[in-house]
T-cell receptor, first 113, second 117 residues
Framework: AQKITQTQPGMFVQEKEAVTLDCTYD???????LFWYKQPSSGEMIFLIY??????QNATEGRYSLNFQKARKSANLVISASQLGDSAMYFC??????????FGQGTELSVKP | GAVVSQHPSRVICKSGTSVKIECRSL??????MFWYRQFPKKSLMLMAT?????????EQGVEKDKFLINHASLTLSTLTVTSAHPEDSSFYIC?????????????FGPGTRLTVT
């Protein structure tokens, strides 16, 4: 069985600073994918970034980067230069060979002006 | 980009009635659709996987007779909450996988907030 763990229920960050959201995973699959999604208060799930298990380089998408440490089974999200609009719930998820997404508990990020 | 719509966005119904939620892929064919349930400030819990033309596969603990799922075409899946009760109040989100895209790509709908009174 696969599992995603996000240990930070809530995080605060000052506007324009960087923040790291933690995510660890557990899987026995050799091939898998890791995702981060943002969910604002409106409820929509916004795809942020993807990392494949065989990707050697850390994924980056604009201000988002994924710190992938395969041996430690961690896939932390780094948001640089935080903006007020970054305040939202953030979910880490793992895609398994069965085609399903398994989500973590989520981290609520609040950006302070 | 791929767009998935859900209808309605919000619904309030009385206890004992049934509610149907539609999930549509607007610009791609979705061979597989997924239905999730989410409580406030909680994770998304997968309820079932729906493949076009076949019966849905439900996750453990999800009552298939209560949450009826139909995937009649490559662009439409429906979730019907039968004999709804207040404990069924939740945020329901669907996602769709593009049959032509990468194996991992799922596109999420905007969600439906169900309130049962």
């Amino acid at each position: 069985a696969q599992k995603i763990t996000q240990t930070q229920p809530g995080m605060f960050v000052q506007e324009k600073e960087a923040v790291t959201l933690d995510c660890t995973y557990d899987t026995s699959d050799q091939s898998y994918g890791l995702f981060w999604y943002k969910q604002p208060s409106s409820g929509e799930m916004i795809f942020l970034i993807y990392q494949g298990s065989y990707d050697e380089q850390n994924a980056t998408e604009g201000r988002y980067s994924l710190n992938f440490q395969k041996a430690r089974k961690s896939a932390n999200l780094v948001i640089s230069a935080s903006q007020l609009g970054d305040s939202a719930m953030y979910f880490c998820a793992i895609y398994n060979q069965g085609g399903k997404l398994i989500f973590g508990q989520g981290t609520e990020l609040s950006v302070k002006p | 980009g791929a767009v998935v719509s859900q209808h309605p966005s919000r619904v309030i119904c009385k206890s004992g009635t049934s509610v149907k939620i539609e999930c549509r892929s607007l610009d791609f064919q979705a061979t597989t659709m997924f239905w999730y349930r989410q409580f406030p400030k909680k994770s998304l819990m997968l309820m079932a996987t729906s493949n076009e033309g076949s019966k849905a596969t439900y996750e453990q603990g999800v009552e298939k007779d209560k949450f009826l799922i139909n995937h009649a075409s490559l662009t439409l899946s429906t979730l019907t909450v039968t004999s709804a009760h207040p404990e069924d109040s939740s945020f329901y989100i669907c996602s769709a996988r593009d049959g032509q895209g990468g194996a991992y790509e799922q596109y999420f709908g905007p969600g439906t907030r169900l309130t049962v009174t």
